[in-house]
């Protein structure tokens, strides 16, 4: 199994930017289409994005559209979320997973290889 590590997450005014990464310390993202959720406290983990095997395709949940960009480099064998305008309603901790057949991209449910994701905190 691939083991994904998040990374760059942090403590962000409103309308900041930051920029995450997952990586895989084993295994390979190489073929898999790979998605970003994100998960506030009391509530369910909920589709952020995703990029295909290829990284030419990219979806984006509606309330995030225009911040923020999903992109990867198969030969770092890494992904990246670069979140721009953020707003105190994107705080929460963010996930990076492999999906399983490259479909239902916002369902949890068919990704597997979950980080341990990192904390995104944006203040007023």
């Known amino acids: 199994q691939v083991h994904l590590v998040e990374s760059g997450g942090g403590l962000v005014h409103t309308g900041g930017s930051l920029r995450l990464s997952c990586a895989a310390s084993?295994?390979?993202?190489?073929?898999?289409?790979m998605g970003w959720f994100r998960q506030a406290p009391g509530k369910e983990r909920e589709f952020v994005g995703a990029i295909s095997q290829s990284g030419t395709s990219t979806w984006y949940e509606d309330s995030v559209k225009g911040r923020f960009t999903i992109s990867r480099d198969n030969a770092k064998n890494s992904v990246y979320l670069q979140m721009n305008l953020l707003k105190f309603e994107d705080t929460a901790v963010y996930y990076c997973?492999?999906?399983?057949?490259?479909?239902?991209?916002?369902?949890?449910?068919?990704?597997?290889?979950w980080g341990q994701g990192t904390q995104v905190t944006v203040s007023s």
């Open positions: 997973g492999l999906n399983l057949i490259g479909m239902n991209l916002q369902d949890p449910n068919w990704y597997d290889s």
């Open positions: 084993a295994g390979t993202l190489t073929g898999r289409a």
